[in-house]
């Protein structure tokens, strides 16, 4: 079983899949390409992170859509994976680009939303290409790889963050715009129109051995390629409302951006300067929709399915075991994963929260102390 200390959606299981490729973007005249075999219903999925896109503007009744761009492109930028030459550690310039992404500026003070796959890997720096051509060594302060986010800090002051949207009045049909960095630097912040294809999609694949679930994923048709992870979906006020993580590669057309609402928490504890220190409750959960699927045969009308507690986890010490069914926390109530991980995101590690249980149809309540 992976390990993850959170609620999340990676286990070691075995699930018909689809065939997922994960590229990993080089930037320079050549290229290293990772391959992450994902199997799912036939068809594939890639991780993005480089490939060339092109786009047609046209006139919005109000405001222009090159006027759109405009002011969203200076909070763009690209995010460089530097891994280290074991021999050469201390002499950057001996240090091997390998990989060209992309990401959005949240906060004046240097914070940065990207995709989590991009942003952390062992003995890799990160260096932020800004709009204005200037770099910086960039921190990752927080992830999360259930939601394929991150959080990287730079050391740079008055930046121009981007306007923060909600994607939970997103609607199918709704025009949307994303920017990324596809090809590396030659083709950086391309930006591509489509429209929302579809909302709450769930996505399942296998990468290092681990089963990925990637639930609640906005779907659109913009394209977006290799190069485009950890990009920003805006809508036609220039707001963000997803970032983008993922495509299906059988299909045209089919890409996936993680809802901006997700992480909403985490942005407003930046904008009010506080510590991101994430709270763990160490279980795995899934929704209704997710668990008729699996193994379990479990058929629930409301709640979280709990999968699996990590041993000695904050959830494992309060009781909280395999096969309960998560009915509300604090009074809140959970119908989706993306409802309990918002909610925790809000708190700090030494909180306390209270869960209302159904256990073999027994309803209990237990108290949770948040590591």
Not at 180 to 199: A, D, H, M, W, Y
Request: proline share 2%; aromatic share 6%.
């Amino acid at each position: 079983m992976y390990n993850y200390q959170g609620y999340g959606m990676r286990k070691k299981k075995s699930w018909p899949f689809l065939l997922v490729t994960f590229l990993i973007a080089v930037t320079g005249s050549y290229f290293v390409q990772t391959y992450l075999t994902v199997i799912t219903s036939g068809e594939e999925v890639k991780r993005l992170s480089n490939e060339v896109q092109y786009s047609n503007f046209q006139v919005v009744e109000e405001r222009k859509l090159t006027d759109v761009v405009e002011d969203v492109m200076q909070s763009v930028v690209g995010i460089s994976m530097l891994k280290a030459n074991e021999e050469s550690i201390f002499d950057i310039s001996l240090t091997e680009k390998w990989g060209l992404g992309t990401g959005v500026i949240v906060s004046e003070d240097g914070y940065i939303l990207t995709n989590q796959h991009l942003a952390r890997s062992a003995n890799t720096r990160l260096i932020v290409n800004l709009e204005n051509g200037e770099t910086a060594q960039g921190k990752v302060i927080w992830c999360d790889e259930n939601v394929d986010l991150a959080v990287v800090k730079i050391d740079k002051k008055n930046l121009v963050p981007a306007k923060i949207g909600n994607s939970d009045n997103l609607k199918i049909g709704e025009e949307v715009l994303a920017i990324g960095n596809p090809l590396g630097v030659e083709f950086q912040r391309t930006t591509t129109k489509g429209i929302v294809s579809g909302l709450n999609r769930t996505l399942q694949f296998e990468e290092n051995g681990n089963t990925v679930l990637m639930e609640d994923l906005i779907q659109t048709d913009a394209s977006i390629n290799t190069g485009n992870s950890g990009g920003p979906l805006i809508n036609l006020s220039g707001e963000v409302v997803g970032i983008n993580t993922v495509k299906i590669t059988s299909a045209e057309g089919m890409g996936f951006a993680v809802p901006i609402d997700i992480v909403l928490p985490i942005l407003n504890k930046i904008e009010n300067g506080k510590k991101i220190k994430e709270a763990k409750l160490g279980m795995f959960v899934y929704d209704k929709e997710i668990v008729k699927y699996t193994k379990s045969n479990k058929n629930i009308e409301k709640g979280l399915y709990v999968t699996d507690v990590s041993k000695l986890g904050a959830a494992d010490k309060a009781g909280i075991r395999k096969g309960d069914v998560l009915i509300s926390v604090d009074g809140v109530e959970l119908d989706k994963v993306t409802d309990l991980r918002r909610y925790i995101y809000e708190k700090e590690v030494g909180d306390t929260v209270s869960f209302i249980i159904n256990r073999n149809n027994r309803i209990e309540n237990l108290k949770v102390d948040l590591k």
